[in-house]
């Protein structure tokens, strides 16, 4: 009995000593929020003397009710965030003497969207996404995107609807309109054997007439790199070309017409699956792109009747010619131009003849323009409506 | 171990010795002579106002004394029909005295005794004691009477729907409320008594058969070892007798209510009752059983299962939700979802103090708070409730010292610990909240993990009265889950939960297929 309690004694002593150490420290990595500059948004350019200037978007947590009314309602221009910019010769050096303008401890784990000027883009991003990766703060899961212009001032943009330009484009990202390109899947494209990547181009929208202060930043197709340098722009219609084969047409709006017909049908995509289906025969590399949507109608302009099969069947063939189009162009454009597979053409390949695919790595770039790409899309339209077309007639009369 | 609050090692001086109870008093037998016994049982009860000696003549001739204390007997019922029979016994006595005496007294109840001790004891719990001339025998009458409490539902254990009845102070009134639930001749009741000053009646109730006989031998055994000077409540055998003495959770079970105390008793666990306090106390007691409810086996099942998780739920909140909230706002920035974040410090950003000093701060006053809402009289308890909506709230965020999400983190966690619906319980997670809270201000979530894995490994070595605390939970029989993550239909719980692992008890409590359906009616 003694013995077990002179036990518990000595194992009290130790835990007692044990805790206190914990406290006597002094030094561990507690920081209280109100000591920390929230970054929302991080903007590369490139800057003087080949140096970085890294901009970033600091959130101002200024409580949202103040009783003094007066100080907040000028605040306009302001609003709840600034940016602040710096420069050096590597990110984390940029980012060094960005903190020794700020009295907060700079916070990386917020900070969704990475912008890219498209100078700093041509000239090469591979040695700047090492810092996304490498540091533990930023989150790999932030979007990426090449900015039209400098980056610093696509994050001054004060967008009408969004409190600012990082909410902005995380959510215009989330939408679909474009590509979605996180760092990690970056750095994925860039150490691939292709080595290619495609980014999201953002654009400032012009600043309407009743704002002029005011800049919206939209997605405006896609930017296409080759060997971590920004080689070409794909155009909005052309990215919704890779959109298809991507697996990433959420949604979207098709609007066919008729030749010899007045008016058009506008279907809207309710959902969509595709396949890449590689094949080699007789050494001649081909690939088949295989599409499946189904779409409803939204609106109907012409004097078809959508109630007859026949009129579907029809629709359905013009709908398949417009996606294979789209894809057409844009395939010509990787190929041709560019020729940068951004599709993934190399990794399909290899899952198929990994041992072909071994011999002729390094030939990649001469086989990949000659590949033939073929289509195979099929296309149902699922929901018509309610409305026929009796309506039109009483207005004609 | 066995010297917790009783150390011998210190005070065991000659002259300071421990009042042992009246069992061990030298057994005196009675003296043939009255006056001998007369004068021992004066010196004893010198200076006790309230014990009368009463002498009288059996018929005139025969010396006889008649011994009560006033207030615990019933006096007109001695006077009419212990008294009067034997003052006005006419014809002159043949044969043995005491068996004629004893005729004539038309009480039920009637005990011979033959020592000084058992004088005590009977004349102690309210039975007036008569002694004879030239008698070694003394006769006891069963007619206590004393001031009882009414029945009255249990505070601490309201229910919406079922029993509104609750146990009270006296013993007797108790056992009466038990054995109308439970009518088998099968219930048992070991009386015995603690405590060398107050004499404490204590019983210990079970079915025979469904309660292990080593679960009751064990219990008797603990509280016989009990060697204090007065029980006065069941908190005091509580601490006497729990299997860790120093854990923090609670190893017994109590409750004021007859319905649950009989619900135990059918699943087979032991009844502590103690006379002198409302609350009994149940033996083994299971983590799982801390989160029941005894409304949860009169409400739908459905509504009793989701009502349980809801408990679940708030047990963890209760317990961790502002170290929770400490740890993410002062080590784990990132992980908030960054709209949430940037609103916590906007709402933060005037706050002069440090995240766990606020919280500190905060769970301090609310447990205050509610203390001197416990403690206060009646009259004064809106004046503190105004108060305390002020400081938990409006002025304190007003103010600037608090934020509005730490108000919100306190006022759930405080209203989380009230789902216990053990109150016994409830402490525990309250008082377990502040260490885990200064872990998380320390180490950030590693902390409250740290906090965490202690208490479940401490519980997984928790036993009560060698049942493993967590043994419903961690055992995962099918069986057993019925009780615990749901709360089956009554025509589904078939069994008694499993106490021990060797169950020598029928564990089937109901009779097969039971559930019913329009093929089993037999009428109309």
Redesign the interface.
């Known amino acids: ?1 003694c013995k ?1 309690q002179a036990i518990k004694r000595t194992f009290t002593l130790f835990l007692l000593i044990f805790l206190s150490s ?2 006597l420290t002094g030094c ?7 000591d ?1 500059a ?1 970054i ?1 948004a991080a903007g590369m350019d490139k800057g003087k003397n080949n140096n970085i200037e890294l901009s970033v978007l600091v ?1 101002i ?4 009710q103040s009783g003094q009314g007066n100080e907040m309602s000028s605040g306009g221009s302001s609003g709840q965030s600034f940016v602040r910019s710096a420069e050096g010769k590597t990110i984390a050096d940029a980012m060094a003497r960005l903190q020794e303008a700020l009295t907060r401890k700079i ?1 990386w ?2 900070s ?1 969207v990475i912008l890219i000027g498209d100078k700093l883009a041509k000239k090469g991003i591979s040695e700047q996404i090492d810092f996304w990766m490498r540091h533990s ?1 930023p ?1 790999i899961r932030a979007d990426v995107l090449v900015a039209k212009g400098k980056a610093k001032t696509v994050l001054k943009a004060i967008p009408e609807l969004e409190k600012d330009a990082s909410i902005q484009l995380r959510k215009i990202v989330k939408s679909h309109i474009g590509v979605r390109v996180t760092v990690k899947d970056l750095l994925q494209m860039l150490s691939h054997t292709s080595n290619v990547a495609v980014l999201p181009w953002v654009e400032n929208l012009p600043p309407t007439q009743m704002d002029k202060k005011k800049a919206i930043p939209i997605i405006k197709g896609a930017a296409v790199f080759k060997d971590g340098k920004m080689v070409g722009r794909l155009s909005d219609k052309e990215t919704r070309g890779i959109l298809w084969p991507r697996n990433e047409m959420k949604t979207g709006v098709i609007t066919i017409s008729f030749t010899g017909e007045e008016g058009s049908i506008s279907l809207n995509l309710l959902r969509s699956h595709n396949k890449l289906i590689p094949s080699i025969k007789n050494g001649k590399w081909s690939m088949r792109i295989k599409t499946n949507a189904d779409l409803e109608v939204f609106q109907n302009t012409t004097e078809f009747n959508l109630f007859d099969p026949n009129v579907i069947k029809k629709a359905e063939k013009k709908v398949v010619y417009e996606i294979e189009e789209r894809e057409r162009l844009v395939m010509t454009e990787l190929q041709k131009k560019l020729n940068a597979d951004i599709l993934g053409f190399a990794d399909e390949f290899e899952k198929k003849y990994p041992q072909i695919w071994k011999k002729n790595r390094d030939q990649w770039n001469e086989i990949f323009p000659e590949i033939a790409v073929s289509f195979d899309t099929k296309v149902k339209i699922q929901r018509t409506g309610l409305a026929d077309e009796k309506h039109k007639r009483g207005a004609e009369r | 171990m066995k010297n917790m609050g009783f150390r011998k090692k210190r005070g065991d001086t000659p002259n300071i010795q421990f009042k042992e109870s009246m069992n061990s008093l030298p057994e005196i037998p009675l003296n043939p002579s009255l006056d001998i016994n007369i004068d021992i049982l004066k010196s004893a009860y010198k200076d006790c106002a309230d014990v009368v000696f009463r002498d009288f003549s059996i018929s005139s001739e025969i010396n006889a004394v008649l011994l009560y204390i006033d207030g615990l007997s019933n006096t007109e019922e001695i006077d009419q029909h212990v008294l009067m029979p034997l003052i006005q016994l006419k014809n002159p006595i043949e044969g043995p005295i005491f068996e004629r005496v004893k005729k004539e007294i038309s009480v039920s109840d009637i005990k011979e005794f033959s020592t000084i001790p058992d004088i005590f004891k009977q004349i102690s719990i309210g039975n007036p004691i008569i002694l004879i001339e030239r008698q070694t025998m003394g006769i006891s009458v069963g007619l206590p009477k004393w001031e009882k409490r009414s029945m009255k539902e249990p505070d601490a254990e309201t229910v919406i729907r079922g029993p509104r009845e609750g146990f009270v102070e006296t013993l007797r009134v108790n056992t009466s409320l038990l054995r109308r639930k439970i009518r088998h001749p099968l219930l048992k009741m070991k009386q015995i008594s603690i405590g060398g000053y107050t004499e404490t009646q204590v019983i210990v109730a079970y079915i025979e058969g469904l309660a292990e006989n080593t679960l009751v031998n064990e219990v008797t055994h603990r509280l016989k070892r009990i060697k204090m000077d007065g029980i006065l409540e069941s908190g005091y055998i509580e601490e006497m007798i729990q299997d860790s003495p120093l854990s923090p959770f609670p190893q017994l079970l109590n409750t004021e209510r007859p319905d649950v105390a009989a619900a135990c008793l059918l699943e087979g666990r032991v009844i502590i009752l103690i006379d002198g306090t409302p609350f009994s106390l149940i033996a083994p007691c299971t983590f799982s059983s801390l989160l029941q409810a005894p409304e949860d086996y009169y409400n739908p099942f459905y509504i009793s299962t989701l009502i349980r998780w809801l408990r679940y739920i708030f047990f963890f909140i209760g317990l961790l939700a502002p170290s929770a909230y400490v740890a993410i706002l002062t080590f784990h920035q990132e992980m908030l979802p960054t709209s949430l974040l940037l609103t916590i410090a906007q709402s933060r950003e005037q706050i002069p103090f440090p995240a766990l000093v606020e919280a500190f701060m905060m769970e301090v006053t609310f447990e205050a708070l509610r203390e001197a809402g416990v403690r206060l009289p009646k009259q004064v308890g809106a004046a503190v409730s105004i108060v305390g909506a002020l400081v938990i709230g409006q002025a304190a965020t007003a103010s600037g010292l608090v934020s509005s999400p730490m108000v919100m983190v306190v006022a759930i966690t405080g209203i989380a610990s009230f789902l216990v619906p053990r109150y016994a319980a409830g402490i525990t997670i309250r008082l377990l909240r502040f260490p885990i809270m200064i872990l998380s201000g320390m180490l950030g979530l590693l902390g409250v993990m740290l906090g965490i894995t202690t208490i479940v490994a401490h519980l997984c070595t928790l036993k009560s009265f060698g049942v493993p605390y967590l043994n419903s939970a961690a055992g995962l029989k099918l069986r057993n889950v019925k009780d615990v993550l749901v709360r089956a239909p009554w025509w589904a719980m078939d069994t008694r939960p499993e106490l021990f692992s060797e169950d020598t008890r029928n564990r089937r409590r109901e009779a097969e297929n039971q559930m019913p359906s329009p093929e089993k009616g037999d009428g109309g």
């Open positions: 009995m077990i914990m406290v561990w990595d507690r920081t209280e929020i109100n920390l929230l929302l959130f947590p200024r409580p949202q916070f784990g917020q969704e703060e989150r």
